[in-house]
């Protein structure tokens, strides 16, 4: 690629990367429960999705992978844990979680990311994360459970003078 100006016009800070995990001590709300996702959670997680996923297919992807945990009160569907292989052969598993918008605010999020972390880690795996830098509550909860916020994403927009 041929860039007629190397100046930048425009930089802004869109992610956080989170590549460094030492497992914090988690406080788990009462009543919750986390399990493997099944088949018959896709649908459950789809009708609640709120924008996060793209469609019950990606759902079921990490589902069919064993990148699904399912988190419940009392059988009611609270929020679900995601991970996945980021390069086969490599270490890092991209963890990440979607809680249900009827249950944020709970402390959810950071029970969920956590258990997905620490079975990455008993996997022989290194966890690892991202986000939006305007997702705060992501931010808190990975920050939370021992992520280390230590790498940003930047955008760089050139003007092509």
Do not use: K
């Amino acid at each position: 690629i041929r860039v007629a100006s190397a100046h930048a016009t425009t930089t802004d800070e869109v992610g956080i990367l989170f590549h460094s995990y030492t497992p914090a001590q988690r406080m788990w709300p009462d009543g919750f429960t986390i399990r493997d996702g099944r088949s018959d959670d896709v649908d459950l997680v789809a009708d609640l999705d709120d924008g996060f996923f793209d469609g019950p297919d990606e759902i079921a992807g990490y589902q069919q992978r064993g990148g699904l945990l399912v988190g419940e009160f009392g059988g009611e569907l609270a929020g679900c844990a995601l991970s996945t292989v980021v390069i086969d052969g490599r270490p890092g598993i991209d963890v990440g979680m979607w809680v249900s918008p009827a249950w944020r605010g709970r402390g959810i999020g950071s029970t969920l990311v956590g258990a997905a972390a620490e079975r990455a880690e008993a996997s022989g795996g290194r966890p690892i994360a991202g986000c939006d830098v305007a997702n705060i509550a992501s931010i808190r909860s990975l920050l939370r459970v021992g992520f280390v916020a230590d790498h940003r994403l930047i955008r760089f927009v050139f003007d092509g003078d």
